[in-house]
C-alpha cells in the first residue's frame, strides 16, 4: 500500500516522501497515528501545501530531542537497594519504571517506550547503561549505578 510520510519515521523515510508499506502497518499505525496519508490527488495537493510547514516542525521537535540530549550527556542514576546475605543479587529488581520515575524526580520527562534496558531489569549490584530514544536520530545514553543500601528502610 502506498502512503505519504507526515512526519519522519525510523527505517522507513522522511516528510513528504511516497513509500510502499505493508497494508496492516499503514492502517493499524501510519493513519491512525497521522503519521501517514494516502496518496490521492487531493492528498496530494494538501502535502505540497503543507510540506515546508511540516519539515519546519519536524525540525522542531529534534531540536528539541537534541537539548534534551544536551540536558542528560553525564547524567547517571545512583539506586540504593536492598541484596541478598553474602550475594550482589538484589531483592526484586530495578525495572524501566524505577528508572523513569527517577528521572521525573530528577526533572526529565521521559516515555518508557522511549527507554531500552539491553540487558533487561537490573538484577545485580553494578553500573548499567540505559539508551533513550528522543527522536528517530537523537538517542543518548545514561548510567545507571546500582548500589548495596546502608539504611534497612529503602527498597527498589
Given at each position: 500500500?502506498?502512503?505519504?510520510l507526515?512526519k519522519?519515521v525510523?527505517?522507513?523515510?522522511?516528510v513528504?516522501?511516497?513509500?510502499?508499506v505493508k497494508?496492516?502497518?499503514?492502517?493499524?499505525?501510519?493513519?491512525?497515528?497521522?503519521?501517514?496519508?494516502t496518496p490521492?490527488s487531493?492528498?496530494?495537493?494538501?502535502?505540497n501545501?503543507m510540506?515546508d510547514?511540516?519539515?519546519?516542525?519536524?525540525?522542531?521537535?529534534?531540536?528539541?530531542?537534541m537539548?534534551?540530549?544536551e540536558?542528560?550527556?553525564?547524567?547517571?542514576?545512583?539506586?540504593?537497594v536492598?541484596?541478598?546475605e553474602d550475594s550482589?543479587?538484589?531483592?526484586?529488581s530495578?525495572?524501566?519504571?524505577?528508572?523513569?520515575?527517577?528521572m521525573?524526580e530528577?526533572?526529565?520527562?521521559?516515555?518508557k517506550?522511549?527507554?531500552n534496558?539491553?540487558?533487561g531489569a537490573?538484577?545485580?549490584?553494578?553500573?548499567?547503561?540505559?539508551?533513550?530514544?528522543?527522536?528517530p536520530?537523537?538517542?543518548?545514553?545514561?548510567?545507571?549505578i546500582?548500589?548495596?543500601?546502608e539504611?534497612?528502610e529503602e527498597?527498589?
Amino acid at each position: 500500500m502506498k502512503v505519504v510520510l507526515l512526519k519522519d519515521v525510523k527505517h522507513l523515510g522522511k516528510v513528504g516522501e511516497e513509500i510502499n508499506v505493508k497494508a496492516g502497518y499503514a492502517r493499524n499505525y501510519l493513519l491512525p497515528t497521522q503519521s501517514a496519508l494516502t496518496p490521492t490527488s487531493e492528498n496530494l495537493e494538501i502535502i505540497n501545501k503543507m510540506k515546508d510547514e511540516l519539515i519546519k516542525k519536524e525540525q522542531e521537535v529534534k531540536d528539541i530531542a537534541m537539548s534534551l540530549k544536551e540536558k542528560l550527556n553525564g547524567y547517571n542514576q545512583l539506586h540504593k537497594v536492598k541484596t541478598k546475605e553474602d550475594s550482589n543479587e538484589l531483592f526484586g529488581s530495578i525495572t524501566l519504571q524505577n528508572i523513569i520515575d527517577k528521572m521525573k524526580e530528577d526533572g526529565h520527562v521521559i516515555e518508557k517506550k522511549q527507554i531500552n534496558l539491553p540487558s533487561g531489569a537490573i538484577k545485580e549490584l553494578g553500573t548499567y547503561r540505559a539508551n533513550i530514544s528522543l527522536h528517530p536520530e537523537v538517542a543518548c545514553d545514561i548510567e545507571i549505578i546500582a548500589e548495596k543500601s546502608e539504611d534497612t528502610e529503602e527498597t527498589v
